[in-house]
């Protein structure tokens, strides 16, 4: 008789132990989605990605909503918390493809890591500005740069005329809108093919995110 519980106890466990495996498998992972809004109906917005394909993704009922405005390079004020996609360059200094300007700097935030997937070799810096602007020689100086200092040091990032400058502000529902481009990082695909997300970055006036 007691062989027989422990044989039964034992067969139990395998059994949860691997239904929970099977969850894990199942669960879905977040991924990058973006493309531009066709329509909205509450929580989900119909979209288009840039290959023409249809997207659609239902929003959390509090899902964090930001709005993306256009900027410049006289934007970027020292203090600011700033991140930049960029290119490495022959001289340790990072030229930037994008840079993004966030609403709240964080107390001990910011970091410089390889591995970004906006252009080849690319690098992602995130950090405080610093008080000083430097330029590069690289074009006889007419490149402006900036410093971002994060815990483990600080990177020269040079800003070129065609690197795509935003600012990142709180938005709201009014900013989901026909035409705006958006950008996830939560997408969870669903087995319909359709995504749910518990935030979304949504280009305001014609901005667009990264």
């Known amino acids: 008789m007691l062989t027989t519980r422990l044989l039964i106890i034992a067969a139990l466990a395998a059994a ?3 239904s929970g495996a099977v969850a894990q498998r199942q669960q879905p992972q977040a ?3 973006r493309g531009t809004i066709e329509r909205v109906d509450g929580n989900t917005i119909y979209g288009k990605g840039a290959d023409g394909s249809t997207i659609t993704l239902k ?3 509090k899902a964090t909503i930001t709005a993306v405005l256009k900027a410049t390079i006289a934007d970027i004020k020292p203090g600011d918390y700033v991140g930049s996609g960029a290119v490495p360059q022959p001289d340790g200094s990072q030229k930037a493809v994008e840079v993004h300007i966030f609403p709240k700097p964080q107390e001990d935030g910011g970091h410089f890591y390889e591995g970004w997937y906006g252009a080849p070799n690319g690098t ?6 610093q008080p000083v602007q430097v330029t590069t020689a690289a074009t006889g100086g007419s490149e402006p740069s900036i410093a971002l200092k994060y815990p483990q040091g600080e990177k020269r990032i040079i800003v070129p005329a065609d690197a795509h400058i935003v600012r990142n502000v709180p938005g ?8 705006a481009a958006f950008r996830t990082q ?9 995504y749910t997300a518990s935030a979304i970055n949504v280009g305001r006036d014609g901005a667009r995110p990264f």
């Open 186 to 194: 939560t997408g969870a695909k669903q087995p319909d093919g359709t």
């Open 31 to 33: 991924q990058l989605v």
């Open 59 to 61: 929003l959390a009922d």
């Open 16 to 18: 949860f132990a691997g």
């Open 172 to 179: 709201s529902r009014d900013d989901l809108k026909a035409g």
């Open 124 to 129: 992602m810096t995130n950090g405080f500005v």
